[in-house]
Structure formats: structure tokens, C-alpha cells
């Protein structure tokens, strides 16, 4: 099972208590997110290379309901991810990577750590980093209590494009969330759809937090899933905004 190290000061880390003071939460609820937001990594992306995660799933990651851009922002800006990687992954990670790879694959982790070394001998600016994965805009970190403001870079391509490619990696997440099943069809509708309806990042968090309690819910975990609808059946019905019953605890009767 994957697992991260992690020590009791951690509550009281000067980044820790910078970046909940940002956020508005508390250093305990900062720790919490970052808990979460690593153990994801190391189950989705065991690399700890971000780059082809739009700050939703980033956030989402870390379970944080709140803006993602913001959030990642946050992170960044107290140097817990170098761009879109997590900073000082092999600290945490290290031990469970050559576990699983020195002898099963040892050129994997020969990988993993050659992208860590090459990164860590790079200028980790922020802005450097953000422009080598080709990332359009990158936040203003110089401005740390604004999160969201964004800084143009001489990267040649129009808003409207950066706008289409956001929306693009929303629907990808959306599609890889969606439980596979036989009614799990028509990729490109949902492409279209994020397309056209252009959910904001607020939006896409509240589906995605939706979909996830959807994929726990009775009706999607009974009878095989035959009743989980179509995925455009579910974005055209808004479906994300209904309430989803829990699935019911199963009781245990004791006969003395």
C-alpha cells in the first residue's frame, strides 16, 4: 500500500503556517490537504511530475473546495510544488519507489530519480518552470496575497486558445473519473460539451466533488452499475446538483 512519511512538526512548518494564513484555514487543515493532496500523487501520479494536471485535479487531490487556482498558487508560491512538480518528492516518496521498482523495474526508478535530479539543478523559478511545460500564463507570486492574478508571458498564443485547453483538461478529468462500465460512450460529446458550456473553476469543482459522491452512491453501486446514466445524460440533466443518497450501512444483528 502506498504510503508517505511525514513527522509531527509539520503542523507548526514555516510553509505550512504561511500557506493556511493565505488560504484562510487553519495549519491543521493545511497539513490535512497536504496529507491527502500527497497520498494521490503517489497512487496517480507515483512520479510526483504534475504537468499535465490543470489545477482542479490538483486541488481536487487535496480534497480543497475552495479556488484551485488559488490553492496551487499557494503551493507554489511556498515552494511545496516547483511548477507543477512536488517539491522534494523523493523525501517523501523515495523508500516506497525503490521498494517497488529496484528490482521489478530498475530503469523506472532509474527515471523517476534522473527527473528529479535534472529539475533540481534547474533554475525552480515558478516562471521558468511554467514556461518549459508550456504553460501560458503563471501566477504573480511576487503578489502573494492576490493568488489569482495572472502574469502574461511572451509565449506566443491567444487567450481564447488558453481557454479551450482548460477546458479541454476538464473534460479529460472528467472522463477519467467516470466509472468504467458499458455506458461509459460518446468521449467527444463530453468534450463538446465542456466546450460550450465553459464550467468555471468553481463549477468544476462542485461536479467533481458531485461525480465523486455520484460513483459512491446505491444507485451506482448496486445491480452492477446498470443504473448509472450516461455520462451526457448526466451533464445535460445538471445532475450535479442534486442530492445523492449515501449508500446504506449495513447493520449487523447479534443473537445472544
Same mark, same amino acid.
Given at each position: 500500500?502506498?504510503?508517505?512519511?511525514?513527522?509531527?512538526?509539520?503542523?507548526?512548518?514555516?510553509?505550512?503556517?504561511? #500557506?493556511?494564513?493565505?488560504?484562510?484555514?487553519?495549519?491543521?487543515?493545511?497539513?490535512?490537504?497536504?496529507? /491527502?493532496?500527497?497520498?494521490?500523487?503517489?497512487?496517480?501520479?507515483?512520479?510526483?511530475?504534475?504537468?499535465?494536471?490543470?489545477?482542479?485535479?490538483?486541488?481536487?487531490?487535496?480534497?480543497?473546495?475552495?479556488?484551485?487556482?488559488?490553492?496551487?498558487?499557494?503551493?507554489?508560491?511556498?515552494?511545496?510544488?516547483?511548477?507543477? /512538480?512536488?517539491?522534494?518528492?523523493?523525501?517523501?516518496?523515495?523508500?516506497?519507489? *525503490? %521498494?517497488?521498482?529496484?528490482?521489478? %523495474?530498475?530503469?523506472?526508478?532509474?527515471?523517476?530519480?534522473?527527473?528529479?535530479?535534472?529539475?533540481?539543478?534547474?533554475?525552480?523559478?515558478?516562471?521558468?518552470?511554467?514556461?518549459?511545460?508550456?504553460?501560458?500564463?503563471?501566477?504573480?507570486?511576487?503578489?502573494?496575497?492576490?493568488?489569482?492574478?495572472?502574469?502574461?508571458?511572451?509565449?506566443?498564443?491567444?487567450?481564447?486558445?488558453?481557454?479551450?485547453?482548460?477546458?479541454?483538461?476538464?473534460?479529460?478529468?472528467?472522463?477519467?473519473?467516470?466509472?468504467?462500465?458499458?455506458?461509459?460512450?460518446?468521449?467527444?460529446? /463530453?468534450? *463538446?460539451?465542456?466546450? %460550450?458550456?465553459?464550467?468555471?473553476?468553481?463549477?468544476?469543482?462542485?461536479?467533481?466533488?458531485?461525480?465523486?459522491?455520484?460513483?459512491?452512491?446505491?444507485?451506482?453501486?448496486?445491480?452492477? #452499475?446498470?443504473?448509472?446514466?450516461?455520462?451526457?445524460?448526466?451533464?445535460?440533466?445538471?445532475?450535479?446538483?442534486?442530492?445523492?443518497?449515501?449508500?446504506?450501512?449495513?447493520?449487523?444483528?447479534?443473537?445472544?
Amino acid at each position: 500500500m502506498p504510503w508517505i512519511e511525514s513527522h509531527t512538526v509539520l503542523v507548526r512548518h514555516r510553509k505550512v503556517v504561511q #500557506g493556511a494564513h493565505a488560504l484562510n484555514i487553519t495549519p491543521v487543515y493545511f497539513v490535512g490537504h497536504l496529507t /491527502v493532496f500527497w497520498h494521490t500523487v503517489l497512487e496517480q501520479q507515483e512520479d510526483g511530475d504534475l504537468t499535465n494536471w490543470p489545477d482542479e485535479m490538483i486541488a481536487h487531490a487535496a480534497a480543497y473546495t475552495g479556488d484551485p487556482s488559488a490553492f496551487v498558487a499557494v503551493l507554489q508560491s511556498q515552494k511545496l510544488l516547483d511548477g507543477k /512538480v512536488v517539491h522534494d518528492w523523493l523525501n517523501y516518496a523515495g523508500r516506497y519507489l *525503490k %521498494n517497488k521498482y529496484k528490482t521489478a %523495474n530498475p530503469g523506472k526508478l532509474k527515471a523517476i530519480y534522473k527527473l528529479h535530479s535534472v529539475r533540481l539543478k534547474s533554475d525552480f523559478s515558478p516562471t521558468k518552470v511554467c514556461l518549459q511545460s508550456a504553460h501560458l500564463t503563471i501566477p504573480n507570486l511576487t503578489r502573494p496575497n492576490q493568488p489569482n492574478q495572472r502574469e502574461e508571458k511572451t509565449v506566443p498564443a491567444s487567450t481564447t486558445a488558453t481557454t479551450q485547453d482548460d477546458h479541454a483538461d476538464r473534460a479529460e478529468t472528467f472522463w477519467k473519473m467516470w466509472p468504467a462500465n458499458m455506458r461509459k460512450v460518446a468521449k467527444g460529446e /463530453v468534450e *463538446k460539451w465542456f466546450q %460550450n458550456h465553459k464550467p468555471t473553476a468553481e463549477q468544476f469543482s462542485i461536479m467533481l466533488a458531485a461525480l465523486e459522491a455520484h460513483v459512491k452512491s446505491e444507485q451506482w453501486t448496486t445491480e452492477n #452499475g446498470q443504473w448509472i446514466p450516461l455520462p451526457m445524460t448526466w451533464l445535460n440533466q445538471e445532475r450535479w446538483t442534486a442530492t445523492v443518497a449515501p449508500v446504506p450501512t449495513k447493520r449487523r444483528i447479534i443473537i445472544t
